[in-house]
DNA sequence: CGTTGCGTTGATCTCTATCAAAAAAGGTGG
DNA sequence: CCACCTTTTTTGATAGAGATCAACGCAACG
């Protein structure tokens, strides 16, 4: 594994040039763990915080009285503590991991040094969660806009090409997890794509869709 | 109300040295709502950011058919739109007055030359965003979870604090706004809340809701 | 062939939004 | 303090969307 190709596809350093990303690689370690290896603990110094290139850690408080609480589970591309590393010096939880994990390692001090001689770099990583955050809101929206007419017009839209002046869309998953993609389960998937297709607002042939008229379809998406 | 003075006790602020803070001012204005009035709306050109003085502010998209749903409620000492000024230039979302406000109104291009400035500031906005972006997370599974039984078991539980015995949940927030936050319409809310009552899984008193045994309520979270 | 998994169709049932209206809680002005 | 009005909260009845349960056709594959 590449470090440096991994962070350059992470959501937070993905705008990195190849110089920014290279003194950033600078500053790294790739870390291995077995399931229940222990990652860092609440109250240590943070030295470093990570990126999870593979498997699932999870973050997490003991209580007073010895309990545990999971705060969060992180996987692949997530970053970890890395709050801990803005705003204070010590892991405000600890972190074990739940499979057998790869973690990118990324020094505090190599990382403060670096923003502090590059600004524009905390910009750029801003604007990735800036995003990142967007990306959210519209997957809220997608969530709470629910009727199942108004999802599935809107992916067949989303995902259509114009092939011979047909408008198509080439259906590239099973519709079992298409249903699944979509929030609901095969059955409500089925009824209502036969619902398009005996309003005649789609055929289907060979797992292609073809919308004869688009703009038809597109009213049933809202 | 002396802006300066305000600013310098804010989370983002507050370890500015004086000449900073009067840099920081300098791009500052004072911006007073009345309760229901329209501080930005989703679409416009995020020219500035906010932070509450005093009020309630609700951050909420409007879904085609026109119904409004919350994504966030922000009192006094929180920032508000800070993560539309680094990329897209747009709001991602409305946002108006809950109660009378004052906020402060910071100008996207003052403080952008601001965070070129002074590296360490942009730390700490990372920090927010991190921040944010968890809840959001937490957002997502909440409405993925689509049983309101669980949806308001797991609000109440985890915005219980235990007081001299007793969990007690404190509603901050008016049930109409709680509905919205949960992603449903306030009679649901109330009819739920109703069955836990009857249930005599939670009492409520003034606002205050009493969860006699956390565990038996934490059966309906899932 | 039998088995297994996917896709479709049918019948039913649960949840929750909607519509309607009453009750409770807050103001506001006199 | 009271009458009046507005907003919030609650309760009731209804309807619609979609999940669930069940059954069947169909293709792939050993």
């Known amino acids: 594994m590449d470090i440096r190709s991994f962070l350059a596809h992470t959501f937070l350093f993905h705008s990195f040039t190849d110089k920014e ?3 950033l690689t600078a500053s790294t370690s790739l870390k291995k763990v077995s399931k229940g290896e222990q990652i860092f603990s609440e109250g240590l110094e943070a ?3 990570f990126i999870v290139v593979s498997g699932k850690v999870k973050i997490y408080k003991l209580s007073p009285d010895g309990k545990e609480y999971t705060l969060h589970i992180h996987g692949p591309g997530e970053p970890v503590a890395e709050a801990a590393i803005f705003d204070s010096m010590t892991y405000p939880a600890s972190c074990t991991a739940l499979e057998d994990a790869t973690l ?3 020094s505090r001090e190599g990382f403060l040094d670096l923003i502090k001689k590059y600004p524009e770099l905390s910009l750029k990583i801003m604007s ?9 809101v519209a997957k809220i929206e997608e969530l709470t806009v629910k009727d199942m007419k108004s ?13 011979n002046g047909k408008t198509v869309c080439h ?3 099973s519709k079992k997890e298409l249903s699944s993609l979509l929030g609901t389960i095969p059955e409500t998937f ?3 794509l036969a619902f398009f297709k005996q309003q005649k ?3 289907e042939n060979d797992n292609t869709i073809v919308i004869p008229d688009p703009k038809k379809l597109k009213l049933f998406s809202d």
């Open 190 to 192: 089925s009824r209502t």
């Open 47 to 49: 030295t470093a915080f």
């Open 201 to 203: 607002l789609v055929t």
């Open 171 to 173: 259906l590239t998953h």
């Open 128 to 136: 990735g969660y800036s995003k990142r955050l967007r990306q959210f």
């Open 151 to 163: 999802r599935l017009a809107r992916y067949l839209l989303e995902n259509s090409v114009v092939e």
């Open 104 to 106: 990118v390692r990324i």
């Open 21 to 23: 990303t290279d003194l």
